[in-house]
Nanobody
Framework: QVQLVESGGGLVQAGGSLRLSCSAS????????MGWYRQVLGNQRDLIAR???????NYADSVKDRFTISRNSANNTVWLQMNDLKTEDTAVYYC????????????????WGQGTQVTVSS
């Protein structure tokens, strides 16, 4: 009922920047939270950044002061600006939305994007 399409991953050298984007589509009335997790193969999926409808943000300690999350609630898009990338940022990045209210007024749980690979070389 909600589709998420991500873009912006790729290969970058350490110290470089990338910008991820994620657009949600479907019969959406509103979205409470949008954000990003990342996962290294064999490890759990970890929260990187989250932004609420009111613009409140929270970040993992490992990315504070380097990553910035933003959103456009009018078109249900969220971005993750990643600066000063480090080799340890290499992972698959997953967009998520949470607390989605559909036009039918049904409330959905968490929905996930397909993931985008970010690789940081030394």
């Amino acid at each position: 009922q909600v589709q998420l399409v991500e873009s912006g991953g790729g290969l970058v050298q350490a110290g470089g920047s990338l910008r991820l984007s994620c657009s949600a589509s479907g019969s959406i009335r509103s979205i409470n939270s949008m954000g990003w997790y990342r996962q290294v193969l064999g490890n759990q999926r970890d929260l990187i950044a989250r932004i609420t409808t009111g613009g409140r943000t929270n970040y993992a300690d490992s990315v504070k002061d380097r990553f910035t999350i933003s959103r456009n609630s009018a078109n249900n898009t969220v971005w993750l600006q990643m600066n000063d990338l480090k080799t340890e940022d290499t992972a698959v990045y997953y967009c998520f939305v949470d607390g989605v209210r559909l036009t039918s007024f049904a409330l959905l749980g968490t929905s996930w994007g397909q993931g985008t690979q970010v690789t940081v070389s030394s």
